[in-house]
């Protein structure tokens, strides 16, 4: 599995869908060039409660520029992003728009192998790394299925935005209960023998 992080290593497929040929740029500081292409998206892109599903569509606005040191690519990139929200854990479903630029210079000297940027393979370079950290980056930490969404009830776990909002258990709960309830939530769990729980009612062990 070709699995090219900053440093391609053993070199790229001109057919990748996010490699760019640039012999049609010259390479002649101030030549750019521009197109827009659809691209299915790659695998693993997402955080905890949201990602872009693999093989969606991603739109592609990609500007390259030839500039002293390489090549500057420019790409603003949308795509969508399915999820669940943070609050009630509905399926969530948006656009997002990132837009990213990184040098890809032309072939480094020996000793290069550890510059942290991004380099030319020949004349193809790939998109891929950077679009993946900054896709990845865009993705929201705690998505949300609307703005105001009520979430779940702390009590029941219904979803308060069916429920209504005079969905409530203020009095559902006996008081005569209540303590045993603490003691039930809060109190040790004593295996083996019943615990000692007195009735005040004394309504009946049978
Ligand atoms: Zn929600
Ligand atoms: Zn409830």
Redesign the pocket.
């Known amino acids: 599995m070709p699995n090219s992080r900053r440093t391609p290593a053993a070199g790229l497929d001109p057919r990748g869908p996010l490699v760019l040929d640039t012999r049609t740029l010259p390479r002649r500081p101030g030549s750019a060039r521009t197109e827009t292409r659809t691209v299915p998206a790659p695998a693993d892109l997402h955080t905890g409660l949201a990602g872009i599903p693999e093989g969606s569509d991603l739109r592609l606005d990609i500007t390259l520029e030839s500039v002293t040191e390489g090549v500057l690519a420019t790409v603003t990139a949308v795509a969508p992003v399915t999820g669940e ?6 399926p ?1 479903s948006q656009m997002i728009e990132v837009r990213c630029q990184e040098l890809f210079s032309y072939e480094q000297g020996a000793g290069d192998a550890d510059e942290d940027g991004y380099a030319l393979d020949g004349d193809l370079l790939d998109l891929e790394p950077m679009l993946r950290d900054a896709l990845v980056l865009a993705l929201p930490l705690a998505p ?3 703005q105001d ?3 779940l009830c702390a009590e029941c776990g219904a ?1 308060l ?1 069916q429920a209504g909002p005079e969905h409530g258990h203020e009095s559902a709960i006996d008081p005569r209960w209540a303590g045993l309830r603490q003691r039930m939530t809060h109190g040790e769990q004593a295996p083996g023998p019943a615990p000692e729980i007195r009735e005040e009612s004394g309504r009946g062990r049978p």
């Open positions: 929200c943070a609050r009630c854990l509905e969530v949300l299925c609307r969404c009520p979430g979803l935005a």
